[in-house]
Nanobody, 129 residues
Framework: QVQLVESGGGSVQAGGSLRLSCVVSGYTGRRYCMAWFRQAPGEEREKVAIIWTGTGGGATYYADSVKGRFTISQDNAKNTLSLQMNRLKPEDTAMYYC????????????????????WGQGTQVTVSS
């Protein structure tokens, strides 16, 4: 059973930075499509960034709202997924979730929320103006 544990959330002022981490355990040896989602109160959970962690990996997806500010990365040796968030805005305030999909992903197909079988418990990010 794959388990995901996020950390790194907190409260910052607009323009600040945070780095989220997600430690993944329970791998069976296969690689996954990994992602960060976020959900603000009263809103749908939305994709923030996605990365393919397998062979030839590195392909990434970013939501338009975070392009140029957020960077997703993975360290396979440490089984850790990260999200570097710079120039944070109040509208970035949300619960952030790490997720894993047991499938390949690329620019030809970026998984939807339904494709992600494994989820962390979330870490709160609050950005004040």
């Amino acid at each position: 059973q794959v388990q995901l544990v996020e950390s790194g959330g907190g409260s910052v002022q607009a323009g600040g930075s945070l780095r989220l981490s997600c430690v993944v355990s329970g791998y069976t040896g296969r690689r996954y499509c990994m992602a960060w989602f976020r959900q603000a109160p009263g809103e749908e959970r939305e994709k923030v960034a996605i990365i393919w962690t397998g062979t030839g990996g590195g392909a990434t997806y970013y939501a338009d709202s975070v392009k140029g500010r957020f960077t997703i990365s993975q360290d396979n040796a440490k089984n850790t997924l990260s999200l570097q968030m710079n120039r944070l805005k109040p509208e970035d305030t949300a619960m952030y979730y790490c997720a894993a999909a047991p499938r390949y992903c690329s620019a030809d197909y970026w998984p939807t929320r339904a494709d992600f079988a494994y989820w962390g418990q979330g870490t709160q990010v609050t950005v004040s103006s």
